[in-house]
Structure formats: structure tokens, C-alpha cells
């Protein structure tokens, strides 16, 4: 494995096998939501989904953006500065049924947090999961506990990552089965740069910093 590749795994990467894989336990033929798809954590969250055999719904802000998630897997694409994804989940779905397996999708992966959180939670069928490992767009959310109970829907939180998710991620990589999505490379001097593109949200995936 090369070093750029290896850089990607401890934080993003492993946070993404421990939320999908350890934690969350998606499953084949699970429709799955997931916010900010465009990022480290959600570029490798697509490719996890697409491993198991999941229908994958990617959120993104600009066309090529969602062209590229198209390419890792993604089975739908949604601009959310364009389209409600609430209403886009009804209209292709159905409504979630309070007493039925019916409507809505398995789970959302949700780390944004914010204006997106009750809307998360609408779209969920019942027993669905919400994953999440952070709120990048705001940790104390309004929320809507109505939805929690009617629906019996699971929160679920990821910390970080643990040895054996590590593990999980060199052996897929050695295997061919992911890639860690790199989108540019910077000298160390260059840093302050490397953490603009990331706050601007220039940037498909991860950035590499070398020495």
C-alpha cells in the first residue's frame, strides 16, 4: 500500500468502517442515504455501501461532484442545494408507514448535523438507522423527537475507529475492493492551503500533505 493511499485510513476512512461496517451493520439490498458524500468520509462511505450491495442515494453540491460519486457507486444523485431530499425520498420511495415496512430508506449517514437533521430522520422508514460521527454543520440541531418513537428509529454514533477496523480497511484495499479517493496533493509549506480547500469545500474526497 502506498503511503498517500495509507494517509487516508486512520481518520476518515477508518470512522467510515467503523459507521458502516462495525456499527452500523448496512446490509445488502439496504437503501442508504448519506449526506456530504463528496468528503473522505462519505467518498469511502459510498464505496463501503457499494461493497455490501447497498442502493446508494450520495448528496452533493455541484454536477461534478455527483458524477464522480456515480462513478464509486452511487445508484442516485441528489444536488442538495437544488433538490429537497426529503421530498425526493417520497416521490421515488414512497412516505415511511409508522406500522409497516414500507416507504422511505434504511439509513441515512448523517455527520453535517444542523438544518439536516430532522429532515434525516423523516425519511426513514420504520427501524431505521441514522448513522453519524460528527456535526459539521451544527451540533445542538433542532429536533423532532415525534419521529424517534413513532418510528422506532435507531441513532446510532461512530467515534473514530478501532485497531480492527484498520484491519477491515488494509485487507480491502490489498484486495481491490477500495481506493482511497485523493483529490490533490500538497507540500507541507502549503498546509494553511490544504485546510482552505477543505473548509471551502473545493475538495472531491481527501487531501495529502507530504513532507
Not at 461493497?51 to 464509486?72: F, H, N, P, V
Not at 420511495?93 to 437533521?117: E, I, M, Q, S
Not at 453519524?132 to 451540533?139: D, K, Q, S, W, Y
Not at 422506532?152 to 490489498?174: C, P, Q, V
Request: proline share 3%; glycine share 10%.
Amino acid at each position: 500500500m502506498s503511503y498517500d493511499a495509507a494517509a487516508c485510513l486512520p481518520v476518515a476512512y477508518g470512522t467510515a468502517v467503523r459507521m458502516m461496517h462495525t456499527i452500523g451493520q448496512v446490509q445488502r439490498g439496504d437503501k442508504v442515504l448519506i449526506l456530504g458524500a463528496s468528503g473522505g468520509v462519505g467518498t469511502c462511505c459510498v464505496q463501503l455501501g457499494r461493497m455490501a450491495g447497498t442502493e446508494i442515494i450520495a448528496c452533493a453540491s455541484s454536477d461534478a461532484k455527483l458524477a464522480r460519486l456515480k462513478d464509486l457507486g452511487a445508484a442516485h444523485l441528489l444536488d442538495y442545494t437544488k433538490q429537497d431530499f426529503v421530498k425526493w425520498v417520497y416521490e421515488t420511495f414512497g412516505k415511511p408507514h409508522r406500522r409497516k415496512l414500507a416507504g422511505g430508506v434504511d439509513v441515512v449517514v448523517n455527520f453535517t448535523g444542523g438544518d439536516t437533521w430532522v429532515p434525516s430522520l423523516r425519511v426513514l422508514h420504520r427501524g431505521g438507522k441514522v448513522l453519524t460521527c460528527g456535526a459539521t454543520a451544527g451540533f445542538d440541531p433542532k429536533e423532532d423527537l415525534r419521529y424517534i418513537w413513532t418510528f422506532e428509529l435507531k441513532i446510532l454514533g461512530s467515534n473514530g475507529w478501532m485497531r480492527e477496523d484498520l484491519d477491515t480497511l488494509i485487507a480491502t484495499i490489498r484486495a481491490g475492493q477500495l481506493t482511497p479517493v485523493i483529490d490533490r496533493e500538497l507540500p507541507l509549506e502549503e498546509v494553511n492551503e490544504a485546510f482552505r480547500l477543505l473548509e471551502d469545500r473545493e475538495v472531491f474526497g481527501k487531501v495529502v500533505v507530504r513532507p
